[in-house]
């Protein structure tokens, strides 16, 4: 209650919106940092071995909400983006799942129930997640790239828990629309931010988790060999490998969790995922692990244990089958399935079909169907189209992606014309001019309205003559 009135002046209020640096209290800056790092370290105990004081604490779980809302998603008033990750993991700690495996829980998790669904600020815990989920993407040179996943496996189990919940759903769609009507406003929305992300992560995730994996069976056909090594050298082999396993593993269940949520949220958000600013990574994403996993590739996979390594082929292949079936209803999604020319192939569902079946998943498999049917005339479609607008002038190709742009915009700072979507994608990630690294948000691009007609009577004279 004292940091919270440190920071708003009252014990029961949260700042409204984001504070700027300038009113950030100045007090602030005498209270040393381990004062929350020791809040939250004590958080963390109590959770791993006596969760059953959360209940017997009661009515004061509620001040404890107020500080870690008070503080996570507020840079200036925290600006160690460590600490406010650290606050997310003490978030998770009030959730009320937790019990320690051979005690008997005879206080049960009303009081810890009641803390998301009745505190009078509860809601805002479904915004200060996506935030301090995105902030911590920077979190400073000096810290390991993949800190930042392990910071982020709390805040999954926090909004796996919230979103069962109609309030927090409801407000998190809320948020999803919202970012769809300010897609290209000066900040990109903060939902749109979060699932970008997301997506990135999902990515790396997956994607290291297969190259370990891959490594792990090249080693176990050598490992029959090093009987023969010097002990050192075969102890020092032994420990590569290990640690190679350990690698994989962790890659394996970050990246099964990260895929988790994004079938979670598409099962009611989806105007926003299909979006072209995010359709196409979206499709080419999940295009190329299914290929990967169900097509020749996947017995590069196979090793002695897969449990051993947290690897969950038949699951992955499940959970984007899933995306694919929440989001069939999107004629941009379904296009950009089959304008992937990098992953997408006739024969993508077909083998998707088998491995569904060879899982359990029939009921999947059959409804696969329907989109294959959908990908496959909107691929024809595509083919004939560019071979009749393959002597596409230069001009009307963007410098970047090499299409033909139906939304030419000029960037101020470059002068160079691109299209709209590429130039929103890129502005996800890195809000500068990727010719000149000036500062650009889509609110400075300017539509080349003369360009655009052009562009239009060259397609449609096109389409007329054919």
């Known amino acids: 209650s004292w940091l919270v009135k440190l920071a708003t002046g009252s014990i029961d209020a949260l700042p409204t919106g984001q504070i700027a640096e300038a009113e950030s209290p100045a007090t602030l800056a005498c209270v040393p940092e381990f004062v929350m790092e020791n809040l939250c370290e004590h958080l963390l105990l109590v959770k791993r071995f006596n969760p059953g004081h959360f209940e017997q604490s009661g009515p004061k779980l509620g001040s404890i909400l107020m500080m870690i809302l008070c503080y996570m998603d507020q840079p200036f008033l925290l600006k160690n983006p460590h600490l406010r990750a650290r606050l997310a993991e003490s978030l998770e700690c009030l959730l009320p799942s937790h019990e320690v495996q051979g005690q008997p829980n005879n206080l049960g998790s009303y009081q810890r129930q009641a803390l998301f669904q009745e505190h009078k600020h509860s809601l805002r815990i479904a915004e200060a997640i996506l935030h301090v989920f995105v902030s911590i993407e920077e979190t400073g040179q000096a810290v390991e790239f993949e800190q930042k996943f392990s910071y982020r496996r709390p805040m999954y189990d926090v909004i796996k828990y919230i979103w069962e919940l109609d309030v927090f759903k409801t407000k998190l769609n809320e948020l999803a629309q919202q970012a769809e009507r300010e897609i290209e406003s000066e900040q990109p929305p903060l939902f749109l931010r979060f699932l970008n992300l997301l997506i990135n992560d999902s990515i790396f995730l997956l994607d290291e988790g297969l190259n370990y994996m891959k490594q792990i069976q090249e080693k176990e056909g050598e490992r029959e060999g090093w009987i023969s090594l010097p002990p050192t050298e075969r102890a020092e082999a032994e420990r590569g490998f290990q640690h190679m396993g350990q690698l994989a593993r962790y890659h394996n269940l970050m990246g099964g969790e990260t895929i988790g949520v994004m079938e979670m949220l598409t099962s009611s958000i989806t105007a926003v995922v299909t979006h072209p600013t995010l359709a196409d990574r979206l499709a080419a994403m999940l295009n190329y692990f299914l290929k990967t996993l169900t097509g020749p590739e996947r017995k590069s996979f196979k090793v002695s244990n897969l449990e051993k390594y947290s690897f969950k082929p038949g699951e992955i292949v499940a959970q984007i089958t899933q995306i694919y079936l929440h989001l069939e209803g999107s004629e941009t999604f379904i296009k950009s399935i089959s304008s992937d020319g990098r992953s997408y192939s006739p024969s993508l569902f077909s083998m998707t079909e088998n491995v569904l079946i060879k899982v359990g998943r029939a009921d999947l498999a059959s409804a696969l169907g329907n989109i294959a049917s959908k990908v496959k005339v909107a691929n024809t479609a595509l083919v004939e189209e560019e071979e009749l607008l ?64 052009k562009v239009k009577q060259w397609v449609e004279g096109k389409k007329n003559s054919k």
């Open 390 to 453: 393959a002597d596409c002038p230069d001009e009307f190709l963007c410098p970047i992606m090499s299409i033909i742009m139906l939304d030419p915009v000029l960037l101020p700072s470059s002068k160079q014309i691109v299209d709209r979507s590429t130039i929103a994608r890129h502005l996800l990630s890195d809000q500068s001019d990727p010719f000149n690294r000036a500062p650009l948000t889509m609110d400075m691009v300017e539509q080349d309205v003369q360009l655009k007609e």
